[in-house]
């Protein structure tokens, strides 16, 4: 009895293919220790019965053995016994209970503050694009010929010493490169000292929430604005405080009606308000920073979709009208070249430049270093500004093919107005006709549509909506119109 | 006398190579203007005394006044004169006032609360690696070719879907990938829907603390231990409970008595323990882990340096034999394949991936795709575990030049403990000499060795130090030893 006992009732799984026999033992002895099919103090098979039962050497035996006893399963000297150890605590040994939401629910791990007022960012559309995804450059249009072998050329002499890893600032070429790019181009006043390469402007708008603000810290944002600046303010516990936009950007004095406290951080967009297009005007800018110095507030600039204008003229940044080192200035390298990069830069006061590198150092380490030393090759062999310039007269075109469809097709359905710079544009809804209907509607004719309101943290206009036209071609333009009339004329009142 | 002043004192700079002669313009007024030394209602030079003074053509200056209008800088019409606009705020017309850190402690931005308890990591050696780096694997043995190759692969056939960006839990490939090979080689139980892709170790712990702890929760950490957690521990507030580490690994006991209060964490090393090389005990594990199940305690596992074992068997993660969901694992690639690379994999239990890719979506989107899908496929054509294999007996021999040149060189001063497993091992030093003064004594004679006090967050034993012996070749590990020898003669009491 005792022999059968100590053969039989096993029963293993038989060995798995590519995995070596004594591997294969081991894990199946344990399993059947911690499901309790062997108990504490019980006697393993002897060697020879399980060599005869299952067709394999003693030795293999043997080394699987030895694992289970080097690791504490079982006890005792092969040859005079192998017993299942007596120390194994008894929530080991029963059998793996089945998932159950309600055992998750119930264990309650609890979360921080933090992570309770975390919200996820809705991820990006993962089909292909289509008229009128807002949210997307020309990728088709994007070199990926030439990006490789810039790439290539750069792998293919990667030195020791960029394998090990850099500075928590960025690599430094490229902090230089981005340095004169923006005071030439942007007009941001810097030096490549006050250049961070992060990843994103969404880690940049992260990274400055968490050394900024502590929770119950009032923030402005642009209402209508960028989603994912809010969700980011409010996960570090901010009072998330939204203040109109009029024709010149951010209305600072309704602001200073509305809210009484002081914000600690202004969040704006001067270059291109996100999402109704409008340019902060130099008044309005000049007040922000007169009124940002005096109540020692920090403006949050994201230079968002400024590198594609297509009329007026470029009004240099923020930052470069700042003498008080108010500002931060935000840009990314993902619309204008490709959104799976994850590289931007950040211009700080020469005085907040430690405390994010800290940061960084603390988080991340520093973004991946091959990635910034190829986008460097990229910016410093030219081909960057060839392709911003490539790029701005493609999407010039293909919104003047929005607007001459839409006024042929839309009119007195849809008003759009004046667009000088971006890759998206907001469309006036006339004659009553709701934006949200719309939104559904039009995806029924395969067309996207995002309502002004989701871009709303209050109360929003209903008669807004988002449309992007940089990201498809001429044809998928005039579809999309041709489907939106369509959609359009469903939703009238 | 106004027609003088109108001309003569703007002493405009000369233009600009390389910067159209309207921008040149007006940059040159603008400034001017912000710099005071032409004041708000000021009329401006007539277009014809500029064309004359810097011989450049009427149009040119058109362009630039009507410019400065757009911005609001001047008012009037070209013909009817043209005057510095009345609506500046004072501040803007002062000279920009030097630099000084007097002024930038003066205006006290406030940081927040993580912000004064963020410290720095310090940053790994820039200069090329020496006996004994500890914190470098063997990049002179980095198949740069062959890296280089599967990238251009990847890049010369990369879709539109990859550069539009991916998930937040990372490429799903990649994170198949990692299961397999983590549920094969290092005893890890979970799914690819466990297994998030996250750019380093670092930042699973960043994010993590942020996640799971609030400013006062006590976390335990190893003592001696890996610094970088304790750094982020401290900048989310938690309270730092360093617990000793004797020969099993983490001591609970002494942990319990220690620390009267529960952590809501636990941060280990199980694998091999950082820095005495440690591997924590079966008895250990399971007690440890029955111990966080009761008291609902997160265990933190790093997988740290796992994937090279000398000697005795590798035991299964701590994650493999968790039944109550209590282990979150992290494992790097950067330690593997090398350190500008940036990536590595979080697995946590089920009922955590929501928060989890919420934050990374909030903090970053998502990791470089193109990396990852690069990494993916230097998993899945078999490179990585051919490197793997590789590296081991490589490290396995230079280890052996370290073992065996210490122990005719340095014996009576130096003893160096049975090495199992990673890339390093700590020393013990003789006869009461110091550890910081070998540090300091090592440098001198151009060899880097670290106290093993630097990775203490209390007291520590002060005669230890850590060697790595990965990162550099034989021959510079015996002129290693042999220079350590001298400055450990210097250093005898």
Redo the contacts between chains.
């Keep these: 009895m005792a022999k059968k006992l100590s053969t039989l009732p096993l029963n293993l799984r038989g060995p798995k293919p590519r995995?070596p026999l004594y591997r294969w033992l081991y894990e199946e002895l344990r399993t059947t220790i911690?499901a309790g099919r062997l108990h504490p103090g019980a006697r393993l098979p002897a060697t020879r019965d399980l060599a005869t039962q299952y067709g394999i050497s003693r030795p293999t035996i043997v080394t699987a053995f030895e694992?289970l006893r080097?690791?504490?399963?079982v006890e005792g000297k092969v040859g005079s016994g192998t017993y299942v150890s007596k120390?194994?605590?008894d929530?080991?040994l029963?059998a793996?209970?089945a998932?159950s939401e309600a055992r998750?629910?119930r264990?309650?791990?609890?979360?921080?503050?933090?992570?309770r007022r975390?919200?996820?960012?809705?991820?990006?559309e993962?089909r292909?694009?289509r008229a009128f995804r807002a949210s997307?450059p020309a990728?088709?249009a994007?070199p990926?010929?030439l990006?490789?072998q810039v790439?290539?050329r750069r792998?293919?002499r990667?030195s020791?010493?960029?394998?090990?890893?850099?500075?928590?600032l960025g690599y430094r070429p490229l902090r230089e490169a981005v340095a004169e790019y923006l005071n030439t181009s942007r007009g941001v006043k810097c030096t490549a000292d006050q250049v961070l390469i992060i990843?994103?402007v969404?880690?940049a708008l992260?990274r400055a929430a968490?050394?900024?603000?502590?929770p119950g810290d009032p923030v402005w944002i642009e209402e209508p604005g960028y989603p994912?600046a809010a969700?980011?303010f409010r996960?570090?516990g901010a009072k998330i405080c939204p203040v109109a936009v009029d024709s010149e950007g951010l209305n600072l004095e309704a602001g200073r009606r509305r809210w009484q406290q002081h914000p600690?951080l202004v969040y704006v967009t001067p270059a291109h308000q996100f999402p109704l297009g409008v340019t902060m005007?130099?008044?309005r800018r000049?007040?922000l920073?007169?009124w940002a110095?005096r109540s020692?507030t920090?403006i949050f600039e994201d230079d968002y979709d400024s590198e594609y204008r297509y009329s007026?003229?470029p009004?240099?940044a923020l930052q470069g009208?700042d003498?008080?080192?108010?500002v931060i200035f935000a840009g990314s390298f993902?619309d204008v070249l490709?959104?799976?990069?994850?590289?931007a830069y950040l211009v700080v006061?020469?005085?907040?430049v430690?405390?994010f590198?800290?940061?960084e150092?603390?988080?991340?380490?520093?973004?991946?270093?091959?990635?910034q030393a190829i986008l460097c090759d990229f910016i410093s062999e030219g081909h960057f500004a060839r392709h911003v310039r490539r790029m701005r007269e493609l999407y010039a075109e293909r919104l003047s093919v929005l607007v001459e469809s839409a006024g042929l097709r839309l009119a007195g359905l849809l008003e759009i107005p004046v667009v000088e710079a971006g890759l998206r544009t907001v469309g006036w809804l006339q004659g009553g006709i709701l934006a949200e209907r719309v939104a559904q509607a039009a995806a029924k004719y395969d067309v996207e549509v995002v309502p002004l309101s989701r871009y709303a943290y209050g109360r929003a206009r209903s008669d807004g909506i988002v449309l992007g036209f940089a990201a498809v071609d001429a044809r998928e333009l005039r579809r999309g119109v041709e489907q939106l009339g369509r959609a359009l004329q469903g939703c009238r009142p």
Tied chains: 1, 2.
């Design positions: 995995m911690l694992q080097s690791e504490g399963y120390t194994l605590p929530e080991l029963q793996p209970r998932k998750t629910r264990r309650g791990i609890p979360l921080s503050a933090y992570a975390l919200r996820p960012l809705p991820r990006s993962s292909s694009a997307q990728l088709d994007f990926t010929g990006w490789a790439a290539a792998l293919r990667v020791t010493r960029l394998l090990a890893g850099g500075e928590a990843s994103g969404q880690q992260d968490h050394l900024l603000l502590d994912g969700v980011v996960a570090v600690r005007s130099l008044r000049l007040s920073l007169e110095r020692r920090i007026g003229r009004i240099p009208l003498r008080a080192e108010v993902t490709f959104p799976a990069l994850r590289l006061p020469s005085d907040m430690d405390i590198a800290a940061a150092s603390v988080s991340t380490h520093h973004p991946p270093l091959i990635d």
